[in-house]
């Protein structure tokens, strides 16, 4: 047993990046509102980082926040932030300011010849997809932007599996999942052994005690149909 009363570890953690492109707080509260309607089990309250380097006009610091604020949304930090004054506002308020990595730029040499372009070839667009190969423990939230989750073991009741495209799980699904997390209302949740604390596609969602009784504890495919989730076999 360690003799301090605590311990600092690094650790890693997936956020969502809000990007600011106006400066008008209610244009900001009513567009963070739509899109959290689209998804609200993944939204609500959700904590998140906002990025600042597309805002050009002027900016009350103050009721920008409030507005981010009033949606629900948890700020833990802001990025991107490059103009002084709007720096002292935000420390002021009490809100870490992220450094992010900066872009390398690459000069070409003095006087480089002039490379011809390749040859036109087709391409087959690649589809990534995350992969998890371990148990996803309680209180880890794993999310897959912009493409599937795929993990290959059990998770455990507490964890939270998050993606824009579908999720399969081929373990224990004690967990929940959110499928379709950026409105895609054509995403799928597959699972071989279904007892799920809140299964949501596109923002439509079930707790376990909707789940129907056959289809707990079994393999199972979750959809959406005519606006409303369905589960059938998974064969």
Request: with cysteine.
């Amino acid at each position: 047993m360690s003799n301090t009363p605590i311990e600092l570890k690094g650790s890693s953690f997936t956020l969502s990046v809000v990007h600011l492109h106006d400066a008008k707080p209610e244009v900001i509260r009513q567009a963070l509102e739509d899109k959290i309607a689209q998804a609200p089990a993944f939204l609500k309250h959700a904590p998140v980082v906002v990025n600042v380097s597309g805002l050009d006009a002027p900016v009350n610091w103050q009721h920008l926040q409030q507005a981010v604020a009033s949606t629900g949304l948890r700020i833990v930090g802001i990025s991107g932030c490059k103009d002084a004054r709007l720096k002292d506002e935000i420390e002021r308020a009490g809100l870490p300011l992220l450094t992010e990595g900066k872009e390398k730029t690459v000069r070409s040499p003095a006087k480089a010849a002039p490379t011809p372009p390749p040859p036109a070839q087709t391409v087959t667009p690649i589809t990534k997809t995350r992969m998890i190969d371990v148990p996803v423990r309680s209180g880890q939230r794993i999310y897959a932007p912009n493409c599937d989750l795929i993990v290959t073991s059990h998770v455990s009741a507490g964890a939270e599996l998050i993606a824009d495209g579908n999720i399969h799980v081929y373990g224990m699904m004690r967990g929940r999942a959110l499928a379709g997390a950026s409105g895609d209302r054509e995403a799928q949740i597959f699972c071989t052994h279904l007892t799920a604390e809140l299964v949501s596609i596109a923002g439509e969602y079930w707790l376990s005690d909707k789940i129907p009784a056959e289809f707990y504890g079994k393999a199972a495919r979750l959809r959406l149909a005519e606006n409303a989730l369905t589960v059938q076999p998974l064969n």
